[in-house]
């Protein structure tokens, strides 16, 4: 079976300092792993995946098989990452369907 | 292309009627998923397409649920005999497998059952 864990719901910082979300993940296999972002009022979109290992707006994410964990990081959050973000992973053959986490709305304070 | 649409956006209907979402992929997506999304979680996988074939169903969709993609493009999701725990935000979502698998979402549809 496969399982995504967020265990903050919530997030708050403020503005400029760094932020880190928290990712936990179960499976048997070797998974892919992603962090979707929902902004207020607009659908659900990749922010980003282990594989490309690249940096989006800022955020960077390092898949650790030991610990099993896909933390998001972003070292000075803005007011615009303010959102709801959810990890997801898929069991890694081509097109297989996401699981998601719960989610955490990360909230940046002016 | 304007991405994955969906209609209609809201629902509100009443217990024990039935009710159906359609979903229009990104074209030449050939692979086709919905999921279900309740406040305070992530959404959750209820089935998917590739092409027209219909290759997973999740326990949770109940023999109320059904889903079509009959000609291997749009999607059709009905629920029978709505009940309140239905009360949902449904997403549909594509991605074509031969170029970098993203899955790109809907903005869903919203259903109230009161």
């Known amino acids: 079976a496969q399982r995504v864990t967020q265990p903050e719901k919530l997030l708050s910082v403020f503005k400029g300092a760094p932020v880190e979300l928290k990712c936990n993940y179960s499976y048997s296999g070797s998974p892919e792993l992603f962090w979707y972002v929902q902004y207020s009022r607009q659908r659900l979109q990749l922010l980003l995946r282990?594989?490309s290992r690249e940096s989006i707006k800022g955020f960077t994410a390092d898949l650790n098989k030991g610990e099993t964990s896909f933390h998001l990081k972003k070292p000075f959050a803005q007011e615009e990452d303010s959102a709801m973000y959810y990890c997801?992973?898929?069991?890694?053959?081509?097109?297989?369907?996401?699981?998601f986490g719960e989610g955490t709305q990360l909230t940046v304070n002016p | 292309d304007t991405g994955v649409s969906q209609d209609p956006r809201h629902k509100i209907t009443k217990r024990g009627q039935n009710v159906t979402f359609r979903c229009d992929p990104i074209?030449?997506?050939?692979?086709l998923y919905w999921y279900r999304q309740t406040l305070g979680q992530g959404p959750e996988f209820l089935t998917y397409f590739q092409n027209e074939a219909q290759l997973e169903k999740s326990r949770l969709l109940s023999d109320r649920f059904s889903a079509e993609r009959p000609k291997g493009s749009f999607s059709t999701l009905e629920i029978q005999r709505t009940e309140q725990g239905d009360s949902a935000m449904y997403l549909c979502?594509?991605?074509?497998?031969?170029?970098?698998?993203?899955?790109?979402f809907g903005e869903g549809s919203w259903l109230t059952v009161v």
């Open positions: 997801a992973l898929s069991g890694g053959a081509s097109g297989s369907r996401l699981t």
């Open positions: 074209s030449e997506h050939n692979r």
């Open positions: 979502a594509s991605t074509q497998t031969a170029s970098g698998n993203t899955i790109y």
């Open positions: 282990h594989i």
